[in-house]
């Protein structure tokens, strides 16, 4: 599984857009690129999830480039509630079919008001 | 959809007593659940991974017979902590992953803290 390494921590202010950048140099060909959001004293929650180029829903969006050993998620108009630990993680999907996921430290970010 | 609950959201126990937690996937079929543990501040760590009608994979450095997994349904594994210590106290959640994955679309639970007197 491919390590993920990510700022420890970032700081925003309200109604900023917030870019968070993982760097994933051993990602393997038939790896996806997956962020989770976890609150305190909750489970993490799926964000988003891509394989190459832009992916987005209706909470944040995912830039990964050609030569997919980064990525970064980008939170449109934050709000205090986006106040959270994000992580990256990546992985094949179908590896051993067992899904397995390895977390690393994580984002903690801070939304200021 | 794609809910899972554990159960109790927290517990409190005496030193060298035993406690189940139950990890319930709610509207799907998982074949495969997993048990993390997490300090305060600290990530998730893996501790094994579960599947439906076969023993556990423990991460190394996990005790296998003091961490008992069972995984009796396609919608329930339990994780027991026998004889419980106080440094066993932490932050236990599982994760399930639909019967139709594919992808990492894990769907975790909403956690229970352990607390060992």
């Known amino acids: 599984l491919a390590k993920t390494t990510q700022p420890i921590s970032m700081d925003s202010y309200e109604g900023q857009e917030v870019n968070i950048t993982c760097s994933h140099n051993n990602i393997a060909t038939n790896d996806y690129i997956t962020w989770y959001q976890q609150f305190p004293s909750q489970g993490p929650r799926f964000i988003i999830q891509g394989y190459k180029t832009k992916v987005t829903n209706e909470v944040a969006s995912l830039f990964i480039p050609a030569d997919r050993k980064s990525s970064t998620l980008s939170l449109p108009r934050v709000s205090l509630s986006d106040t959270a630990v994000y992580y990256c993680?990546?992985?094949?999907?179908?590896?051993?079919?067992?899904?397995?996921?390895?977390f690393g430290a994580g984002t903690r970010l801070a939304v200021h008001p | 959809g794609a809910v899972v609950s554990q159960h109790p959201s927290r517990v409190i126990c005496k030193s060298g007593t035993s406690v189940k937690i139950e990890c319930r996937s709610l509207?799907?079929?998982?074949?495969?659940m997993f048990w993390y543990r997490q300090f305060p501040k600290k990530s998730l760590m893996l501790m094994a991974t579960?599947?439906?009608?076969?023993?556990?994979?423990?991460e190394q450095g996990v005790e296998k017979d003091k961490f008992l997994i069972n995984h009796a349904s396609l919608t329930l594994s339990t994780l027991t902590v026998t004889s419980a210590h106080p440094e066993d106290s932490s932050f236990y959640i599982c994760?399930?992953?639909?019967?139709?994955?594919?992808?990492?679309?894990?769907?975790f639970g909403p956690g229970t803290r352990l607390t060992v007197t």
């Open positions: 994760s399930a992953s639909p019967l139709a994955g594919g992808r990492y679309e894990q769907y």
């Open positions: 993680l990546v992985g094949d999907p179908d590896s051993g079919g067992y899904n397995k996921l390895i």
């Open positions: 579960s599947n439906e009608g076969s023993k556990a994979t423990y």
């Open positions: 509207d799907f079929q998982a074949t495969t």
